[in-house]
């Protein structure tokens, strides 16, 4: 969160900040409202086990706290809270496992395990730390670099809360790690009866929604995906 709120001082800044031009190519709040579920706003109870953003605790609850102590000794005109929540969208949803957001680094996509030709490479120099993505295969000249983000012990439901898509079922963890933890329902409320097809004139954002539950909840057939408890952090 602390981050979240320099992020958006910087962005508040403009041109005069010596990050202006990669702040300019992070995704806006439009661009996220069109698909990412952080941006539901709690109106749909995803299962606690994977919802990394409204469930008791997550991130948007801590947002609100730490929010809420920032103001208190705030600086003359403070972002406001949907600013730094923004932000906080952005670092969640570009950074990867070890990191926070790193530029041009972040900007790689990533895609199934076959399919990935890259992977993060922190290394430490005196102390200093350089950040790259290292070839995994042989590239070919045009191909797409595919990062490996380095997720794939989080079930599909932590895994879209995050990032708002997911790479398939068989991508993803299916079930708790911790034996002793009982596998929680990640179609808790997202059953064709709870979760119906949204309207023409429903927000984005629900549309996706519904499209992960059609996937992976819909299907009477199909063995609900189970989530590991309180998922892994992002």
Known sequence: VDLAIHMALEVRKGNASVYAPYLRSLPTQADYERFHPAFSRGEVAFSPAGDMWYAPGRLYHQVVKCYALYMKEAPTDPPSFEEVFLNLVRIQSRRFEGSE??????????????????????????????????????????????????????????????????????????????????????????????????????????????????????????????????????
């Open 101 to 234: 957001l790193v530029p041009l680094v972040e900007k790689a996509n990533t895609a199934g395990a076959a399919e990935l030709n890259a992977e993060p490479a922190p290394v430490f120099d005196d102390g200093e730390l350089t950040y790259c993505l290292q070839a995994s295969r042989d590239i070919s000249a045009g191909e797409e670099i595919l990062a490996d983000y380095q997720f794939q012990d989080l079930s599909a439901l932590t895994f879209f809360t995050i990032f708002g898509f997911t790479l398939g079922a068989d991508e993803h963890a299916d079930e708790d790690e911790d034996e002793d933890d009982e596998d929680e329902d990640l179609c808790l409320n997202l059953g064709p009866d709870e979760l119906p097809k949204p309207g023409d004139g429903e927000e984005s954002w629900l549309h996706n929604v519904w499209r992960f539950a059609e996937e992976y909840c819909h299907d009477p057939k199909q063995a609900k995906p189970k989530g590991r408890r309180g998922g892994a952090g992002a």
